[in-house]
């Protein structure tokens, strides 16, 4: 089939659709992710006739749009993908797992093409093979073996019904459109069997608009009345198209096949009427069951419209900050009713910072809704048996970091059913059930979000570890604690598989996914008991945005630390901290030696007054470590909106950011994940 552009006459003249493109494109992607889902949720031995429906409606979705819009390719498979689902939910086939492999890669070609109408380039979408796979299920004929257009098959479910059940053979129709006000109305119509050459073909009966403003169109099909009647009203409407039967004789022009004699009169026939016959049992039992047209409760907003908003909040918050730090300067008896004015704006300032950033809030089972399709497909082509099971899917996080943890995510749940899933005849072997499990699970912890990939595989091996790692000229001395040795994966290039295959190793690239979510302002920890299987915990700040942090005073300068990561504060006195090793410095806290940083040589800052240097000690955690640093004073918690110094300067070490005070200062934002690994080396 050509190709056709996005820039392609629409059918509906005198309207620009190009307006409406995002839209479509935004809605088609909602409707391939539900569909999606929900095949992957299909129970082939028992499919209910809610969840067929469903998977229907999200493909005529797609198709009646990509036919408005003139999208042939788009409208072609889709309308091939319909037919057969069309099918399933009329009960003329039963489902098998073939259809929902070949439905499933239907999708990935949808999205190929979408993607491509949307400008991001790439190759013409090649669907031949994928139709006619479409075509032989519907037609209930074999396959071809693995290896052709499919290549994973999952054990066949219930034999189909018939292929003759219900199937409409090839008839011929009239098609009466009118009345209309242009003839282009109707040309639309035959516009569409030229984009879609599976509808069949269409002739006119009449030489063209007659006086009353009715076409007749003979129609040569395979496709169902409803087929037809669902894509034609989506160019004219409902009540102006009709099919009836073929009569010989009746509406056709001079000298075209069937016409009658000269002088004959063909015989009378009524108007038809355009009200639709009354429904089946099965079509009015699901049009009770579906739930009456609802306003929409939603508003599509673009990202920079509400980045925009979260900047001026975020502007809005170091104002409120600047006039709280000079009224506390003022006497309080006399500025009593500004003060309480002050206090509600500080309360309201808050408000109105978590309302904003609840926007950009996304819940984590859009994350998770990613995960069951490539499991499948991955667990199909090691000959494994996988549960992928999800939790708190409606724990939300920010947008921006939902995007840049998708990947990470997708590496670690790879790396699981690769690696840490054994076969079934292993698992058997073992004494486990042949089916593993992997776990996605979300929560909050404080202001951070904790993600877990869990896995009952076979687990990290110590005693491998040590070794690897001492092959590789990596110091793995019997002392290491556990966690010290799970952290040996995130050596570069350190791996603890015997192959490496073309879908992951455990451990392949694990450095950059602990550098990507590094990145983040998160950490990650490991956890794994050997033939049980492990668990790699993933922590995050909620958003990057706004946080709340503690200010912290070094001689002149003013620092941020992340309250999420201070544990506690002390009061430093003599003898408390202690010298090992000629130069570094440890402290005892709580039966726990940990090591001390002193920010002002971290810094270089410089000393005019030497008096109460270094006269607290601040407790800081991440990446499972802690770290004590030595301050000069604690300044306050307040909330600061936290600006990209890499983008605006460069990477400062041991800095993550950097935010404006009230007193209009620059403070800069420590990265205390940064300084624990410094601490450590």
């Known amino acids: 089939m050509g190709e056709t552009t996005s820039e392609d006459s629409a059918p509906t003249a005198g309207i620009d659709l190009s307006q409406f493109y995002q839209v479509f494109f935004e809605e088609a992607g909602e409707n391939l992710a539900q569909m999606e889902r929900l095949l992957l949720e299909l129970d082939i031995a028992s499919a209910g006739d809610e969840a067929l429906n469903a998977i229907f409606r999200c493909a005529h979705s797609i198709k009646g749009g990509a036919a408005t819009f003139g999208f042939a390719d788009v409208a072609e ?140 169109f003979k129609l040569t099909t395979t496709s169902s009345d409803s087929d037809l009647l669902d894509l034609f009203t989506f160019h004219v409407s409902r009540d102006q198209v009709a099919l009836l039967p073929l009569l010989p004789g009746y509406g056709f022009f001079g000298d075209a096949p069937g016409a009658p004699a000269a002088g004959a009169n063909p015989p009378p026939r009524a108007r038809p009427s355009f009200e639709r016959s009354a429904p089946s049992p099965r079509t009015a039992e699901a049009r009770a069951a579906s739930p009456a047209p609802l306003e929409s409760s939603t508003l599509r907003v673009s990202v920079e419209k509400v980045d925009q908003l979260i900047n001026l909040v975020g502007e809005l918050v170091i104002t409120q900050a600047m006039l709280a730090q000079h009224s506390a300067a003022l006497d309080p ?216 942090g503690m200010s912290i005073g070094v001689g002149d ?9 201070v544990i506690e504060s002390l009061q430093v006195h003599p003898g408390l901290i202690k010298t090992v090793g000629g130069s570094g410095r440890v402290v005892e806290v709580r039966n726990e030696y940990m090591p001390v940083l002193e920010l002002e040589r971290v810094f270089n800052v410089p000393r005019f007054d030497p008096k109460g240097a270094g006269a607290i000690m601040v407790v800081v955690e991440a990446d499972g470590g802690r770290v004590a640093l030595l301050v000069d004073e604690l300044l306050g918690q307040q909330q600061v909106v936290v600006k990209n110094l890499e983008t605006n300067y460069r990477k400062v070490r041991d800095v993550s950011g950097a935010t404006i005070m009230g007193d209009g200062r620059v403070a800069l934002i420590l990265d205390v994940g940064s300084m624990v690994h410094r601490s450590r080396h």
């Open 557 to 565: 300068e003013v620092y941020i630390l992340p309250l999420s990561s």
């Open 333 to 548: 008896a006399l500025i009593r009713h500004m003060a309480g004015g002050l206090a509600d704006l500080e309360r309201n300032t808050r408000d109105l910072q978590e309302s904003v950033m609840s926007i950009r809030m996304i819940p984590m089972s859009l994350v998770f809704n990613r995960f069951p399709r490539m499991l499948r497909d991955l667990a199909a082509k090691f000959g494994k048996k996988v549960e992928f099971v999800t939790q708190g899917g409606a724990t939300e996080l920010d947008k921006g970091l939902v995007e840049k943890i998708t990947d990470p995510l997708t590496h670690l749940v790879r790396n699981a059913c690769d690696h840490g899933i054994e076969l079934p005849a292993e698992r058997l072997a073992l004494g486990k059930p042949e089916q593993g499990t992997i776990t996605l699970a979300a929560s909050h912890q404080g202001s951070s979000i904790v993600i877990e990939v869990r896995d009952d595989g076979r687990g990290l091996s110590r005693e491998k570890l040590l070794k690897k790692a001492r092959a590789k000229g990596i110091a793995a001395p019997e002392s290491m604690s556990d966690a010290e040795v799970w952290d040996l994966i995130f050596a570069p290039g350190f791996s603890t598989a015997d192959e490496v295959t073309d879908v992951s190793g455990r451990g392949v690239g694990m450095d950059v996914v602990k550098r990507n979510i590094a990145s983040l302002g998160g950490s990650v920890e490991i956890d794994s008991a050997e033939g049980c299987g492990m668990r790699v915990s993933v922590r995050l700040p909620l958003t990057l945005a706004i946080m709340d």
């Open 77 to 216: 498979l889709t309308h091939q993908a319909e037919t057969l689902l069309d099918k399933l939910r009329r009960r003329e086939l039963a489902p098998s797992a073939e259809m929902v492999d070949v439905l499933l890669q239907s999708g990935d070609a949808l999205r190929a093409q979408l993607a491509r109408r949307q400008g991001a380039g790439g190759a013409e979408v090649d669907t031949a093979a994928l139709l006619a796979d479409m075509r032989a299920l519907a037609a209930c004929s074999a396959l071809p073996p693995p290896g052709g257009a499919l290549t994973a098959r999952a054990a066949p479910a219930a034999a189909p019904m018939p292929c003759d059940a219900g199937k409409p053979g090839l008839r011929q129709l009239e098609l009466l459109v009118g009345p209309l006000e242009r003839v282009a109305d109707a040309n639309s119509l035959v516009e569409l069997f030229t984009e879609i050459p599976e509808l069949g073909r269409i002739e006119p009966l009449d030489g063209g608009q007659s006086a009353d403003g009715m076409r007749r």
